[in-house]
């Protein structure tokens, strides 16, 4: 059962949509495609501004399904290798406001993560709950509806509803090992989703 008086991970996931008629997910073109890190091949990350030497935190979630996270010091303009696999990018951050623009990518250019200028975190419109942990979605804010979709592990997208801005009574439960969707018409909106140890 949920029970706000257990210790928790609160983390707020964003979604900007460049669509005006079609809910979409967020990625650098728009459009329902994103591209989801994969546990073999290299990843890199880096800037497109010399300044942007500042320590970076990546979080997502391992070929075993657990929670990741790696911290570092962004190079500006040098590409940076990552020695840590991921199957899932849950957000990219950095302990400074970025002049440039960040992205984490693959060896085939693919772009798993994003933070545009000044920006100082990724906006994916997409979550994946750790193995170990049961997730609540609490509330979304913003300014334009916003569909939720959801599936369990590596099963095709269902959707679990439209809403506008909303906190709810009684949060959504989203199991362990479920990818979450924000689709938002154009717009800026947030998901609140806490994560529970049970």
């Known amino acids: 059962m949920f029970d706000l008086r257990k210790e928790a991970v609160i983390d707020y996931h964003s979604a900007i ?3 005006l008629h079609q809910h979409e997910v967020v990625n650098v073109s728009g459009g329902l495609d994103f591209n989801y890190a994969y546990p073999s091949g290299k990843m890199f990350i880096m800037s497109d501004n010399e300044q ?3 320590e970076t935190t990546i979080k997502g979630i391992d070929a075993s399904g657990m929670e990741n996270e790696v911290t570092f010091d962004l190079q500006g303009q040098t590409a940076i290798m990552l020695n840590d696999a991921f199957v899932r990018i849950n957000s990219v951050e950095t302990d400074f406001q970025n002049i440039g623009h960040i992205r984490l990518f693959g060896e085939s250019e693919e772009v798993f993560a994003d933070i545009k200028p000044s920006y100082g975190r990724s906006e994916n419109g997409v979550y994946t709950i750790p193995m170990d942990a049961t997730g609540y979605l609490s509330n ?3 300014n334009t509806q916003t569909e939720i979709w959801t599936r369990e592990m590596d099963e095709g997208f269902k959707r679990l509803g439209v809403f506008g801005s909303h906190k709810f009574l009684i ?11 924000m689709r938002v018409e154009e717009g800026f909106n947030f998901s609140q989703i806490i994560l529970v140890q049970e």
């Open 17 to 19: 949509a460049r669509g």
């Open 52 to 54: 942007d030497i500042m």
């Open 140 to 142: 979304i804010d913003g």
């Open 171 to 181: 949060p959504i439960r989203l199991s362990p090992g479920m990818d979450i969707q």
